[in-house]
């Protein structure tokens, strides 16, 4: 009896060590982040996460409200996703991509909230099919009717714009938390050379190429193809989602055998289906051109500078290009 209860005391005493030394831990982390310390960041889809870790660096704690895996462009929020909007001390989005992140700003994210739009110079546009067949759709009101073009989002693909918008995000965090201000513009120095470094080799390995046509089943990739002297036959538009009409499909099929095109690209987070459909009538090959919309267990590489290098190797191969 006496000796359980001792075994009792040693093991309760243990454990109140064990929790004492923890919760401390915990405690010292929570003052921190409470006291001007750790800036809370929310950012909308993965691109603009990991700006924001590369410029935020240790003084941030960044969560995506795209979760790994699933595709951003028709985000739905959850209730505890809009109020972490409300929470954070930075929220980060790309406005007029994803309808439920802006309206999540306009209602919760008031000065806190940094549109990346201006800084990423958006200034392509293409025909967005899907949000135009469900034209009349109370989640898509406002937007453009069918065969109207819209302002193309994925800016993110030619790396020297997801530089500007690290610079931009550098200004951003030093008016939230003025102390580091010299540290978020050291590391957005560090992160344009990483994307001036990717850029180079972009434009080294696409500079003579046998064909200079993208096929792609999601027209993603209309900034790359813009830096880098390319073209984009979009078969799909710019949401991945979208069904194609047979007569776009016979046109694309058309096109790739006119112009001897070898390859279909499809991406990771949508069926390849369309791609295959289109390469099974012409004789094409597919391979995966990464949109770069998530990283998840499809990507071929953990972060944006490795997936951006799998798909240069792919373009490479695909094109081909010596
Ligand atoms: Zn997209």
Not at 143 to 157: C, Q, S, Y
Not at 266 to 294: Q, W
């Amino acid at each position: 009896m006496s000796r359980w209860t001792l075994a009792l005391i040693t093991v309760t005493g243990f454990t109140l060590a064990a929790c004492g030394s923890s919760s401390t831990d915990t405690a010292a982390g929570a003052g921190e982040s409470a006291d001007g310390g750790v800036l809370t960041v929310v950012a909308s889809f993965y691109p603009l996460q990991y700006a924001a870790e590369q410029v935020g660096g240790d003084a941030v704690a960044v969560t995506n409200l795209t979760k790994p895996g699933a595709e951003p462009h028709d985000l739905e929020l959850k209730p505890q996703d809009v109020a972490s909007v409300a929470d954070a001390d930075l929220v980060v989005y790309l406005s007029g991509f994803q309808p439920a992140v802006d309206e999540a700003v306009a209602s919760e994210g008031g000065d806190r909230a940094f549109d990346v739009a201006p800084a990423a110079r958006l200034d392509l546009t293409g025909v967005d099919e899907e949000h135009a067949e469900e034209e009349g759709d109370e989640e898509h009101a406002g937007e453009e009717a069918a065969g109207e073009e819209v302002t193309d989002p994925h800016f993110w693909l030619d790396p020297t714009r997801l530089a500007d918008v690290g610079d931009a995000l550098a200004e951003k965090l030093a008016a939230a938390d003025p102390e580091r201000a010299d540290t978020f513009t050291a590391n957005a120095a560090a992160f344009r050379q990483d994307l001036e470094a990717l850029d180079t080799e972009l434009a080294a390995g696409l500079g003579s190429c046998a064909s200079n046509d993208i096929v792609t089943s999601h027209q993603a990739f209309g900034y790359l193809a813009q830096r880098y002297g390319m073209t984009q036959v979009g078969i799909t538009g710019l949401s991945p989602e979208a069904e194609p009409d047979a007569a776009t499909m016979a046109e694309v099929a058309d096109f790739v055998i006119e112009n001897k095109v070898a390859t279909i690209y499809y991406e990771t987070l949508v069926s390849p289906a369309v791609a295959e459909t289109v390469a099974a009538e012409t004789g094409a090959k597919t391979a995966v051109l990464d949109p770069i919309e998530g990283i998840g267990d499809e990507s071929a590489a953990q972060d944006y500078l490795g997936v951006m290098r799998a798909n240069l190797a792919a373009l490479k191969a695909g094109q081909p290009c010596p």
